[in-house]
């Protein structure tokens, strides 16, 4: 077969890499000394991205040119969106701070990143025929993070794009001349509807390929009626497709040097490339955003059920190890990997709640609704009073004096969604899961010197104090875009609101106290009872001052 130049130095760059990571494992003072195996690993490799668009993707593509700065080439899955294609809206992500430390080391970083414009729910990846045999040449390393989201979603949609969408990808890599891993990126609440979960891949009760098939007759009014019963136990479409994505990567991929990645969910970034940082409104975001407006008071939390929020950061240097060992040691089956907190360094909703109240007051937002407070209550009774008369009352008072002022109401509406997203989360806010860490601690033993600097993902290394005051001003700085010389403004704002509330306070006891004396006998009687004893009080001190 005519080989072209192109791929004649691909060939040739790909041998040159291979001596440098021969020569790195076998030891060689300065290489050793001065770089990571496994950045040496991904140093001259190609690697091939889904989801690069989305939180994971971000940070792993930045990640990935920071720490192997010889990769040759990141091909991104992108599709165009709202009016934009592919490449502006990689060329967007690139300009994000995100990016800005790798920017300062590596100023020509971008032209290694090549946008392949497709779309993961149609065939082939919507991949143009040049770039589907450029990805067949060349890539060697792929990382499947894109993934349908939204707990809400139609359950073809999401059929389509997670478990559809894995049959490409594994069509793909049985194509890929030079795969050396495949990382499938899944969750570790695919298998939610058990307490006990271990790394290991369970059977659905119907097989996918059959769904498939009914799926493409069935109607929606059908497959919604039906899908109370396909997720059985499960909260949302989303778990229920991605654990179906894993049967189907185990049972399609056999031949493939892969392993399947569960992080639980996913939080701002611990320390690297940038403490805090975040970029998108899901999981405890949202919540934490609706408590410093001022929005989220009162919430339904057992107070023993652990936050197993797992850091971005950590999780992206666990994915990158997973696949440096998978491609390393050829295990012989497809391993699963846990990326969860909880067993190791536990956390609590309940110890979450005081730390984004403190730090909301400290760093206040430059608009917010009330001043920021938070209480959890376990009864869900209480918790329902509570929230009537923390959420309900005080948006039923609001919307009634922007109906004065001749404003839209909104607060009512605001509320009810926030009663829907609270509902939403209760699964995971109430539950707690024991999930099996046994791959992931022998992984993590296999780390030493420059690579356990550069990618370690050991949990209990973790203050979680620390980490939610960054991530609450992550929150403002970077989702809500908020300039954080506007504080000493905010903080005024919050001494506005104490002030009001204090006076409304005061008000509130004076009315009541009014009605009280005005109707009631026995309360004017105590009333003047307590006037007299003041009086007489008053009169003993005076006397006593002119002795």
């Not at 050829?330 to 907190?341: A, E």
Request: proline residues 4%; hydrophobic residues 45%; glycine residues 6%.
């Amino acid at each position: 077969k005519k080989v072209s130049g192109h791929h004649r130095l691909h060939c040739s760059r790909s041998r040159v890499c291979s001596v440098t990571q021969v020569t790195l494992a076998m030891g060689s003072p300065d290489a050793t000394m001065d770089m990571s195996q496994i950045a040496a690993f991904y140093n001259c490799q190609c690697v091939f991205v889904t989801g690069a668009t989305g939180f994971m993707g971000k940070v792993l593509m930045e990640k990935l040119l920071r720490c192997s700065p010889d990769l040759q080439e990141l091909y991104v899955l992108v599709r165009a969106q709202r009016g934009k294609s592919a490449k502006q809206r990689i060329a967007e992500v690139l300009k994000d701070k995100l990016f800005d430390k790798l920017s300062r080391e590596q100023p020509e970083f971008a032209h290694k990143v090549i946008v392949c414009e497709g779309d993961m729910m149609k065939t082939n990846l919507g991949l143009s025929e040049e770039d589907m045999e450029r990805l067949i040449q060349k890539v060697s390393v792929v990382m499947h993070c894109a993934a349908m989201i939204k707990f809400d979603e139609p359950l073809k949609m999401s059929m389509k794009f997670n478990v559809v969408g894995v049959q490409q990808i594994i069509a793909l890599c049985h194509r890929l001349t030079a795969l050396k891993v495949l990382i499938h990126v899944s969750t570790a609440f695919s298998n939610c509807d058990r307490k006990q979960i271990d790394e290991a891949i369970y059977p659905p009760a119907l097989p996918p390929s059959k769904l498939i098939e009914a799926l493409d007759w069935m109607d929606d009014d059908l497959v919604e009626a039906l899908t109370p019963k396909l997720i059985a136990g499960r909260p949302n479409i989303y778990t229920y497709t991605k654990s179906l994505a894993e049967y189907v990567l185990v049972q399609e991929g056999k031949g493939l040097p892969m392993a399947i990645f569960r992080p639980s969910i996913i939080g701002a970034t611990w320390k690297d490339p940038i403490p805090g940082w975040i970029a998108n409104v899901n999981g405890p975001t949202g919540l934490f955003i609706a408590v410093g407006k001022g929005l989220l008071r009162v919430m339904r939390i057992d107070d023993d059920t652990v936050a197993d929020i797992i850091p971005v950061d950590i999780a992206i240097n666990m994915m990158l190890v997973i696949g440096w060992y998978t491609a390393t040691t050829r295990p012989s089956q497809c391993l699963v990997y846990h990326c969860t907190t909880g067993g190791h360094n536990p956390f609590t909703w309940k110890q979450i709640g005081p730390i984004i109240v403190d730090t909301y007051n400290q760093y206040p937002f430059d608009q917010i609704i009330r001043r920021p407070r938070f209480d959890s209550f376990k009864n869900r009774y209480a918790c329902s009073y509570w929230r009537f008369v923390s959420h309900m009352l005080p948006a039923y008072v609001i919307d009634f004096f922007c109906q004065l002022a001749g404003k839209k109401p909104v607060m009512i509406r605001s509320m009810g969604k926030l009663d829907k997203a609270l509902d939403t989360l209760r699964f995971f806010t109430d539950r707690m899961w024991n999930w099996s860490n046994k791959n992931g601690d022998c992984l993590l033993s296999k780390l030493d010197g420059k690579d356990k600097e550069m990618y370690d993902f050991d949990v209990r290394s973790i203050d979680w104090n620390d980490y939610y005051v960054r991530f609450a001003i992550g929150v403002k700085q970077f989702v809500m875009r908020e300039d954080m010389s506007n504080v000493e403004l905010a903080r005024k704002q919050i001494t506005r609101y104490q002030s009001i509330r204090y006076t409304f306070n005061a008000l509130m006891l004076l009315i009541a106290s009014h009605c009280l004396i005005k109707y009631s006998s026995m309360a004017r009687s105590m009333w003047f009872a307590l006037l007299q004893f003041c009086f007489n009080m008053l009169g003993k001190l005076g006397l006593l001052f002119m002795l």
